[in-house]
């Protein structure tokens, strides 16, 4: 079970270490902290299924290895995303899903942490065969009642998407005829099987939302020697999956120059900055970015990690920043867009050379958040912005007639569509989105600031997490 990291500890027992390194700010009863810590469920399967190669059209029936883990129910359902990568191991779903839990408490989202796996190259499988996969794994959650809008809804992580979700759901929907929430066992859908807008952008802008905040604060950037603001700051990403690529996005979009970027088999690197949507358009008629024209290309992706900038974000997988590379790093702010990118070996190194590391369970928090609102929405059956938008337009054309009547001026067009709107789905799913990474941030940054002996801000939102989750606890009557 156990997987071998570069410092000898497994990810969960990474997760575990900075769990108990939080501990020495809380005074908590020592057997509430181990409920907290422990991973409540752990279900591991295995079942076959008759796959086709992608390239030469042979079928074969494989055994499939593939889990679900719930870490904490102090709040239900629990939430976590599927991954499907050839390295998921228990280990490894473990320490996802414990972090699902601390990452919901950070944001506020009413949910216990989980996360689930299936141990597949999904490269080597045609789309078919994904479909029986997902499917099949699906029943075998429902089988051991491991999924349900009230009880785990999973969501997409490393190699899913809106695909895999609307797959689930309709399995699910299947086999829970007339189950009026059956939409909500999962989110991450596609908008016509019940997804929400702004959730498939929702982890790369708050990626973004989490590094504006901490780049606004002029006192933190002058520590680390960097001026306010995201305006022609260099930024390299590492990952052009769906959480890099959004957050790239909304970085460049904000003036910050992409001085680097690395997929699984190269890395691109230009000082001067490149053109993110032309990269895409040539990954995607290419298939790979090894011969792109526009930016010097290194074999060695981890090279986008050690490259001269101000913001680099891995938004991959975890542990590839460890004691070997981390003294290397040139970033001044880590932001961690991906779980666990940074072991605590190469946290320790970062932390000595003054670098500010934003953790993954705050700042990935954005992906979570968007999936809560999605759930909402499923389960009162309405669009956001169905009830209200129309009266909302109407009242406020009667202001803007009002000012114009009263001022004797008629407004600038572009102004007066401005004050007229009213708010549709996306609009609201974004501002909650805003409003939870900044209130978020302010916490997480009240924790470290309050705490003298607190140096990162890590072990800030773990003490902010455990603090929320024990109070779910506390209020319950179990523990004083
Ligand atoms: N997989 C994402 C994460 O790690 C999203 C989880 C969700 O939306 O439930 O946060």
Redo the contacts with the bound molecule.
Sequence with gaps: MKKESQNGHSFFQNVERYFDKATNYLSYDPGLLAQIKACNSVYQMRFPVLVEDKKTGNKSVEVIEAYRVQHSQHKVPC???IRFSPDVNQDEVMA?AAL?TY?CAIVDVPFGGAKGGIRIDKKKYSDDTLERITRRYTTELIKKNFIGPGID?????YGTGEREMSWIVDTYVAFHPGEINAYGCV??KSIPNGGVRGRREA?GRGVYFGIREACNIAEDMKKIGLTTGIEGKRISVQGLGNVGYYSAKFFVEAGAILVAVAEIDCALMNPKGMDLEDIMKWKSEKGSLLNYPKAKVVKNPGAALEVDCDILIPAALESVITEENAPRIKAKIIAEGA?GPCTPGGEDILLKKNVLIVPDMFL??G??TV?YFEWLKNLSHVRFGRMDKRFTENTNKIFVDQIERVTGQTLESGAKLLLEQGADEEDLVNSGLEDTMINAYQQVRHVWKKHSKIKDMRTAAFVLAIDKVASSYTTLGIWP
């Design positions: 939430k976590g995303g996802l699902m990452k809804v999973p969501a997409p992580d989110t991450g982890t779980n990935n928090a992906g979570v999936s």
